[in-house]
């Protein structure tokens, strides 16, 4: 497999067109009203370093081309597979129609979370990170299998959406089943 830089990926060297240039985890991620244009760019990154198989932009999620995602994603979304659906729950009912056995898993802070570290990861996964301010949404967590929850050891009470998904995917990478 060819590894492209940063330089190389934002001047697209390898043509526009989305290549698969290696075997794709089944791994979906899925934002529900992620607003941060710079935290959906560095995410498709996240996406591409893991190899995950397709990302869900949901809901009032900024899709490409978008110059702040461009930017923050160095022309990840070349690259990975995207697509925006209406909303999250559509984006969980339309993954569940097509796969067999999918885990829903939000990424979220509830009273039924468990720590990220005690969750059995299984591929196929689908991993819900939502909205910066509100977080995941109350029918898209009722619609999930489970819900996982970083620990926090200081007076803040949260990650940022980016970096709580990013600790998640690589979990997931080395506990899959």
């Given at each position: ?53 397709k ?16 930017k ?45 570290t ?36 200081g ?23």
């Amino acid at each position: 497999m060819i590894k492209l830089n940063s330089k190389q990926l934002r001047k697209g060297e390898r043509g526009s067109e989305r290549q698969d240039i290696r075997i794709k985890n089944e791994i979906y991620i899925i934002l529900d009203n992620v607003l941060d244009t710079y935290n959906v760019g560095a995410i498709f990154r996240l996406a591409d370093a893991v190899a995950a198989k397709k990302v869900y932009l949901c809901g009032k999620t900024e899709t490409p081309p978008n110059p702040r995602i461009k930017k923050s994603s160095i022309n990840t979304t070349e690259w990975v597979e995207w697509e925006y659906t209406e909303s999250a729950l559509s984006a969980i009912q339309k993954l569940r129609s097509k796969i067999n056995n999918l885990k829903v898993l939000a990424i979220e802070q509830t009273d039924r979370s468990t720590p990220y570290t005690e969750f059995e990861y299984k591929l196929p996964i689908a991993l819900i990170i939502g909205n910066e301010t509100y977080g995941v949404s109350k029918e898209v967590l009722e619609a999930s299998d489970a819900a996982v929850e970083l620990p926090m050891f200081g007076v803040n009470i949260s990650l940022n959406v980016m970096v709580s998904l990013g600790i998640v995917l690589y979990h997931t990478i080395q506990h899959k089943h």
